[in-house]
């Protein structure tokens, strides 16, 4: 079984929607929890991060996590076509710069 | 400020052959993380340099290594190139050791090996 689990999709909403991206994780040391986009061929790019459990909002995203669960969550209001990309999940415990990624979930916005 | 820059972009090599691949860090960035990237695998973690030192490696053959210069500037070579290899060849940079939340990713190189 996978450190990190996440649904590969592919996820297809129409522009305007809510779309809600998870992942799942099994290492309970796990304290940092990152969400990053990638484009077709371009390196990752850092969205947000989490520390621990809570919510976190930066403009139409917020982050979840909930370690009692170990289940975070990626919510992106009013979805834009420019949202399209593949969304990474990743996790690192104090200390280590080595990520846990997710396997990514491909999501299409349609206009 | 600059990003993370990688050089080669895209890399066509043979098996057997061996690659050297070049990450400069974002100013001010002293920890170089590498990760290999597959439709298969996903992103894995290789290893990490910081201050000139391998602080942490991933499950990864022997036949991959890494070094970091004074300048925090990082390469990583592949030895004996199986087909296996061909993957996105990803480097992030962070602040220091304990910044895993704040790494920041090059383009990446595409390294295919026929």
């Known amino acids: 079984q996978k450190e990190v689990e996440q649904d590969p999709g592919p996820l297809s909403v129409p522009e305007g929607a809510i779309v809600s991206l998870n992942c799942t994780y099994s290492?309970?040391?796990?304290?940092?929890f990152m969400w990053y986009r990638q484009y077709s061929r371009k390196g990752p790019e850092l969205l947000m991060y989490?520390?621990?459990?809570g919510n976190k909002e930066d403009g139409r995203f917020t982050a979840q996590v909930d370690k009692s669960s170990k289940y975070i969550s990626l919510f992106i209001r009013d979805s834009q076509p420019s949202d399209s990309a593949t969304y990474l999940c990743?996790?690192?415990?104090?200390?280590?710069?080595?990520?846990?990624f997710g396997a990514g979930t491909r999501l299409a916005v349609h206009p | 400020k600059a990003g993370v820059t990688q050089t080669p972009r895209y890399l066509i090599k043979t098996r057997g052959q061996q690659v050297t691949l070049s990450c400069s860090p974002i100013?001010?960035?002293?920890?170089v993380s590498w990760y290999q990237q597959t439709p298969g695998q996903g992103l894995q973690f290789l290893f990490e340099?910081?201050?000139?030192?391998?602080?942490n490696k991933g499950n990864f053959p022997g036949r991959f290594s890494g070094r970091q210069f004074s300048n925090s500037r990082s390469e990583m070579n592949v030895s004996t190139l199986e087909l296996g290899d061909s993957a996105l060849y990803l480097c992030?940079?962070?602040?220091?050791?304990?910044?895993?939340?704040?790494?920041?990713f090059g383009p990446g190189t595409r390294l295919t090996v026929t």
């Open positions: 992030a940079s962070s602040l220091g050791r304990g910044n895993a939340h704040e790494q920041y």
């Open positions: 290492n309970s040391a796990f304290q940092y």
């Open positions: 989490t520390y621990s459990s």
């Open positions: 990743a996790m690192s415990a104090p200390g280590y710069n080595k990520l846990i």
């Open positions: 100013s001010g960035h002293r920890s």
């Open positions: 340099y910081f201050s000139e030192t391998q602080r």
